[in-house]
C-alpha cells in the first residue's frame, strides 16, 4: 500500500470519519488515522461520540428510561411487575454491544469508500515539497504524506483544578458510563447536557442526585421559558438542582468524595457523595499533534484557528468539530467534514451556524433551533411568539407523556420563523421539521398550512406555529 494520499484525516469521530468518506466520494486517495481502542486494543473509530460519547450515553438513557417506565408508568396500562430489578453489568454490557456495532459500522463504511485505516496517533512531522508528513505511532508505525490535510481531534473533559479524574471516585464522562452499581449518592458538577444526562441515568435507577452549577441561571443557553419548565419537571423527578455555587475543595476517601462549597446564599456546605461527575465543558484536543513542527496556530483556548471555511494558518491544511470554534456538536462536526471535503474538490461546501440543532436528550427531552426570547429581546428585533402545550397534544395523551411544549418565534413584520423551542417528548425528532423550514426561510404561516398527519406529536408544531397569530385549533 501505498503511503502517498490526496488528503489524509486525523480522527475518526464524526468529523473526521464523515471528512475522509466524502473525500473518497469524491474521487481522493484519503487515509484516515484513529487511535481509539477496544477492551481487546482492536481499532475503535467514532470519537469521543461513539465511544464514550452521544452513542453509549444514549444507550443508557434507553435502559434507565425502560426501567423507570416499567417502576412507575407500566401500572397506568394494565401491566403490573413483580421481583423488578436492575442488572446494571447487563445494561453496561449492552452499551457496549451499540457502541462496537457503531465502531465496526464505521471500518465497514471506510472499506466500501476505498479509505485507507491506521491505527494509531497521527502527528505532523514536516511540511514538504507535496504537503506533508504525518507520522503515525502505534502497534504499526508509519510514515504518510498527502497534499491536504484534515485535522479533527476532537475534544477532551475539562478537569476541574485540585479534582483530577480517577474515573473511580471523581468521573468525567467516560467513567460515568462505566458504572458498575447504582451509587446511592451521586454529585455532578455542572448542569450542562451531559451532567444533566449522566444525572438523569442514574437517577432513574435509583441514585440521589445532586446537580451543583456555579451560573446563578438553570440552562443559561436555553429559551428561558423552556429552562423553567425544565427545572420545574427535574426538581420534580428528584433531581437536586443547587444553582450559584462556588467549588471549594474536594477530597476523596474510602467513603467516598466530599465536596466542599458555598451556597448561593453565601454559606459554606458540604456535600458527601458515593461518587461525582465533573461536567464543566470540554477543551480542544491537541495534545500529540506536534502542531509546532509545521507552526499550526492554536487560540488561547488551545483550539486550532480557522476562518469561516475550516481553512487555518497553514496552505492545504483544514480543521473541523471541536477542536475549532464554534459549538462542540457531532452534527457540527460532520457538516464542516462533508464542507471541507467538498472545498478540497473545488465545490462550495456550507454550514450555516444558525440554523444548528442542539439537543438534551432528558426526559423530557429538550431541542432548539435558532433565536431564544431573550437573545431577540436584546437585539431589539421585534417578534411574535406562540406555544402550545402536549397536555393538549392527543398523540402525546395516548403515549402518556404531556409534559412541555413547543414554542415558535417568528419575526414581528415578516413572520419568518427566527426559533423554535420544544421541551417534551421526541423534542430530538421534532426539531428537525423546524431546521428545514429555517433553511429555507419559511414562515410561521408555512408551517401552519402543512397538513400534518392525526394522531401525531408534530401536530403540537403546526399548532404552535398558528400560536404565532393566536389561532390554535385545540388548545
Known amino acids: 500500500m501505498s503511503n502517498q494520499f490526496d488528503v489524509i484525516v486525523i480522527g475518526g469521530g464524526p468529523g473526521g470519519y464523515i471528512a475522509a468518506i466524502r473525500a473518497a466520494q469524491l ?30 450515553s444514549k444507550a443508557l438513557l434507553q435502559s434507565s428510561e425502560h426501567f423507570d417506565h416499567a417502576s412507575h408508568h407500566f401500572s397506568e396500562h394494565g401491566i403490573t411487575v413483580d421481583g423488578l430489578k436492575m442488572d446494571v453489568a ?14 465496526d459500522g ?45 485535522v479533527a481531534t476532537g475534544s477532551s473533559a475539562r478537569q476541574l483544578p485540585g479534582a483530577a479524574f480517577d474515573e473511580k471516585q471523581i468521573l468525567s464522562n467516560e467513567g460515568a458510563l462505566d458504572l458498575t452499581d447504582v451509587p446511592q449518592k451521586l454529585g455532578v458538577i455542572g448542569s450542562g447536557v451531559i451532567g444533566l444526562e449522566m444525572g438523569s441515568v442514574w437517577r432513574r435507577l435509583g441514585s440521589d442526585v445532586t446537580v451543583l452549577e456555579a451560573l446563578p441561571t438553570f440552562l443559561a443557553a436555553v429559551d428561558e421559558q423552556v429552562a423553567k419548565e425544565a ?21 476523596t476517601s474510602k467513603k467516598g468524595v466530599s465536596v466542599a462549597y458555598t451556597d448561593a446564599a453565601g454559606a459554606a456546605q458540604t456535600g458527601e457523595y458515593d461518587k461525582l461527575i465533573i461536567s464543566i465543558g470540554r477543551a480542544p484536543h491537541t495534545t500529540g499533534l506536534n502542531t509546532e513542527a509545521v507552526g499550526l496556530q492554536l487560540d488561547e483556548r488551545g483550539a486550532i484557528v480557522v476562518d469561516g471555511d ?18 462542540m456538536l457531532a452534527h457540527k462536526a460532520e457538516e464542516e467534514g462533508v464542507a471541507v471535503a467538498e472545498r478540497i474538490a473545488g465545490q462550495h461546501g456550507h454550514v450555516d451556524f444558525n440554523i444548528i440543532p442542539w439537543v438534551i436528550y432528558t426526559s423530557p427531552e429538550i431541542a432548539w433551533v435558532g433565536k431564544t426570547e431573550q437573545a ?52 430530538s425528532e421534532l426539531i428537525s421539521e423546524a431546521v428545514v ?14 397538513c400534518h398527519a392525526h394522531p401525531s406529536l408534530s401536530e403540537a408544531t403546526k399548532e404552535a406555529a398558528l400560536a404565532v397569530d393566536n389561532r390554535t385549533l385545540n388548545f
Open 27 to 56: 474521487g481522493f486517495n484519503v487515509a484516515a488515522i484513529d487511535e481509539w481502542r477496544n477492551a481487546k486494543g482492536g481499532p475503535a473509530p467514532g470519537g469521543t461520540c461513539t465511544n464514550v460519547g452521544c452513542i453509549p
Open 310 to 327: 475550516c481553512k487555518t494558518n497553514l496552505p492545504n491544511v483544514w480543521a473541523v468539530g471541536d477542536v475549532v470554534r464554534g459549538p
Open 437 to 450: 423550514a429555517m433553511a429555507f426561510k419559511a414562515s410561521a404561516e408555512d408551517i401552519a398550512r402543512i
Open 376 to 427: 431577540l429581546k436584546a437585539e431589539g428585533r421585534p417578534y411574535k411568539a406562540g406555544s402550545f402545550p402536549f397536555l393538549a397534544n392527543g398523540r402525546a395523551r395516548a403515549l402518556g407523556d404531556t409534559t412541555g411544549f413547543v414554542k415558535f418565534l417568528a419575526d414581528a413584520v415578516t413572520d419568518e420563523i427566527l426559533g423554535v423551542h420544544i421541551i417534551g417528548p421526541s423534542a
Open 106 to 150: 464505521i471500518l465497514y463504511l471506510f472499506k466500501k469508500n476505498k479509505v485507507s485505516f491506521f491505527h494509531g496517533r497521527g502527528s505532523f512531522v514536516k511540511a514538504t515539497d507535496g504537503g506533508y508528513e504525518i507520522a503515525v505511532s502505534g502497534d504499526k508505525p508509519d510514515t504518510l504524506t498527502a497534499k491536504h490535510i484534515i
Open 231 to 251: 427545572k420545574k419537571v427535574f426538581t420534580k423527578q428528584g433531581l437536586k438542582l443547587q444553582l450559584g455555587v462556588k467549588i471549594g475543595e474536594i477530597k
Open 90 to 103: 447487563k445494561m453496561i454490557a449492552r452499551k457496549d454491544t451499540v457502541v462496537k456495532q457503531n465502531n
